[in-house]
C-alpha cells in the first residue's frame, strides 16, 4: 500500500515493528513504547518523502500513518496521565 518496495527499507521497517511488540504488550510502563511506535510512523513518513515520490497512493499513505500517529499520541497523552 505505501508503495515501499525496497527490501532493505521493507525490512528494516518490519524489523524495528517486530522489536517493538514485547513492550507495547508487556512493556510497563507502556507509554515509552507508544512513542517509540509513533516516531516509527514519522520515520516511514520521512523516508517516503525522501524517495521524492509524490503520487497519489504515496500521500494516501503518508496521511494514513499521520493519521495513526496522531492516534498514538492521544493513547500516549491517556497512558502517561495515568502514568501506565
Known amino acids: 500500500m505505501m508503495g515501499l518496495t525496497d ?3 521493507a525490512r528494516i521497517v ?3 515493528d517486530l522489536a517493538l511488540v514485547p513492550g507495547l504488550i508487556r512493556g510497563r510502563p507502556v507509554w515509552p513504547w507508544v512513542a517509540a ?4 510512523n514519522l520515520a516511514i513518513v ?3 518523502l525522501a524517495l521524492d515520490r509524490r ?10 500513518l499521520i493519521g ?6 492521544v493513547v500516549l497523552a491517556t497512558l502517561r ?4
Open 7 to 9: 527490501p532493505r527499507g
Open 14 to 16: 518490519g524489523l524495528v
Open 37 to 40: 511506535r509513533g516516531s516509527l
Open 46 to 48: 520521512a523516508y517516503g
Open 55 to 64: 503520487d497519489r497512493r504515496d500521500r494516501l499513505a503518508a496521511a494514513a
Open 68 to 73: 495513526a500517529t496522531v492516534g498514538d499520541a
Open 81 to 84: 496521565r495515568a502514568d501506565h
